[in-house]
């Protein structure tokens, strides 16, 4: 027997004093739910792990153990609504008041709501969650908190985190098949923090109860169980914010060829403009920080382009030699924030050097880059970010336009202001006498004291997008079809077993 049921033996006299028997509760299978659809979330790990923490319900608890994947009951504490958890030496102690419930909840002991099998959540740390809590003591004297629930209660907590409640039904839906595949996919992920996904952006952003909403959960009940299968196997269901008009094969963002990741032309993405002007000596620190620094940036190139014409290589050169960043490397070193897909080109916004125009080549007579270059001219569409080309009489003219309906202008022997919108501040600094660049003539260093990246989309670009299967829900799609444009080959149906 091990030390929990010796603790709570021995103060169960004191319990039955104030609660049911727990005899109507001897075989507490969760029984709307299979052993294997049940998922454990870290709610507080690593550094984020408290050294005590305390939990309230206000119809009471329960103790239980982890049971094949549920929840087997032991004992009722109906009249508690406060909970301590603390350490005591190796174990996690749980007390209310002066009342000591257990001095070790043990690697298997849950504390559930009284109520947890009609939807009764426990609040922790200022959220609440449906299911049961552990309590694991960590070697720093910290504790992991983990959450046991059904993954499709799980679900309820993710979507609205992950998509937006205020989306179409038909794209939450998608969301709601995705976000479940994913979760399954991951798991053995965490398996030496001991549960099966984190909460964070890690794996999925998990709230809780506190994040359910109707339009949310309706989602989740009306796909209920249903994954992405491909070859034979749950699918990760990658996904990202904005693919800028193209996604991405999964190895030309990491490494591994994935099936059913495939690229594919997005003519539902919504425009989604980005830039980042990045000061050559910020740059240099960055990298540095990043274990990639080369001395004093003289240039930034890019220099490898994936079939689909996003960043594929990005060569910086330094007075102490140069790196390449590769792949999804070039955001997570830079800041994926900064750089906010692999769809951009460079430019300098020194006032020293000129402007030098980067396009990708091949890609600058395509119907998606106009070239700009002369004055007067006006984007009439595509997704031309950046261009300066040079006029006549040494005069540089600089021209942005960003998405379909904004062209900027501005034509002087300084390139001066006239940038609007998002696009304000993507070229910096006179412009005058040495502008080079031309229409397909490849990607080109940049040079000088600020580089600056003009892109488009968000993310990492392989799987779903979700603005686009927000826009191809308003266009009537069916989440089935939002899921089979995205993924490549996969199946859809109940998880099995
Ligand atoms: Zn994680």
Known sequence: MNRFFVCVLSIVVAFCAFSPAPAAYADMAWEDFMPNE?????????????ASCEIYSDNGFILGFEDDGGIMEAFHLRDYTTITVKLSGRYATALSGDTLISDDLGVSGYILPYDYKDGGSIRFGGASYRGGLSFRPNPNNTITVVNLLPL?????????????????????????????????????????????????????????????????????????????????????????????????????????????????????????????????????????????????????????????GYVSELTVRGSQGSVVLKKEQIRSILGASNVKSL????????????????????????????????????????????????????????????????????????TQGAMQGTAQG??????????????????????????????????HGVGLPQDSAIEMAKQGYSYMEILNKYYTGISISRREG
């Open 343 to 414: 769809n951009f080109t460079l430019s300098s916004g020194s006032g020293t050097g000129g402007a030098v125009v980067s396009k990708p080549g091949g890609n600058a007579a395509g119907a998606s880059r106009h070239a700009l270059g002369s004055s007067g001219a006006k984007a009439l569409s595509g997704k031309i970010y950046a261009v300066s080309a040079p006029s006549g009489g040494g005069e540089a003219v600089s021209a942005v336009s960003i998405g379909p309906s904004t062209a900027v202008l501005a034509a002087s022997g300084t």
């Open 152 to 308: 499709e209660h799980y679900l309820y907590g993710v979507l609205n985190s992950e998509m937006g409640r205020q989306n179409p039904g038909e794209a939450l839906k998608a969301q709601a098949v995705v976000s479940r595949s994913y979760a399954i996919h991951s798991f053995g992920d965490h398996a030496a923090d001991g549960f099966d996904v984190c909460s964070g952006v890690h794996c999925q952003v998990y709230k809780g109860s506190s994040a359910e909403y109707s339009e949310t959960s309706r989602a989740a009940d009306e796909t209920a169980g249903l994954i992405m299968y491909s070859g034979g196997k749950v699918a990760s269901g990658n996904f990202f914010k904005n693919s800028g008009g193209h996604t991405q094969n999964s190895e030309d963002v990491w490494n591994d060829r994935v099936s059913h990741l495939r690229g594919v032309n997005d003519e539902f993405s919504p425009d989604y403009p980005w830039s980042w002007s990045v000061s050559a000596s910020r740059l240099g620190d960055t990298l540095a920080a990043g274990n990639m620094g080369c001395g004093d940036i003289s240039s930034v190139t890019v220099s490898g382009r994936s079939a689909n």
């Open 426 to 459: 993507v070229l910096q600094g006179g412009a005058s006498g040495t502008s080079q660049g031309g229409a397909g003539t490849g990607d080109s260093p940049a040079t000088g004291g600020t580089i600056v990246f003009t892109g488009s989309g968000f993310g």
């Open 38 to 50: 049940f998922i454990k979330v870290g709610l507080a790990y690593g550094s984020g792990a408290p």
